[in-house]
């Protein structure tokens, strides 16, 4: 399974920027799939498949939203009301029953 992840770059604070990961594989075989950011050593948001559950970290509630197409195998991090603390590398995720795959990483820069 790859993971091809799109979207970074750089953005003014309060600016909104989204993510995308594509996965080459059906997302229906997935058990979650989600985001990570590498500075902060922190799960973003993920998204279980069995229960459509989600789920974020507190530094992020509220401002993240975790969606995915499954028409598209792709799923999205939408960020908005961007601080200069949410700067880092974003890994976006997906596992199925045999293993955890990790996208390339895609650099998000909060700045003005």
């Known amino acids: 399974v790859q993971l091809v992840e799109s979207g970074g770059g750089l953005v003014q604070p309060g600016g909104s920027l989204r993510l995308s990961c594509a996965v080459s594989e059906s997302i229906d075989k997935s058990v979650s799939m989600g985001w990570y950011r590498q500075e902060q050593r922190e799960f973003v948001a993920s998204i279980t498949t069995s229960t459509n559950h989600t789920a974020y970290a507190g530094s992020v509630e509220g401002r993240f939203t975790i969606a995915r197409d499954r028409n598209k195998n792709t799923q999205y991090l939408q960020m908005n009301s961007l601080k200069p603390e949410d700067t880092a590398i974003y890994s976006c995720?997906?596992?199925?029953?045999?293993?955890?795959?990790w996208g390339q990483g895609t650099q998000v820069t909060v700045s003005s």
């Open positions: 995720f997906y596992t199925n029953m045999d293993k955890i795959y």
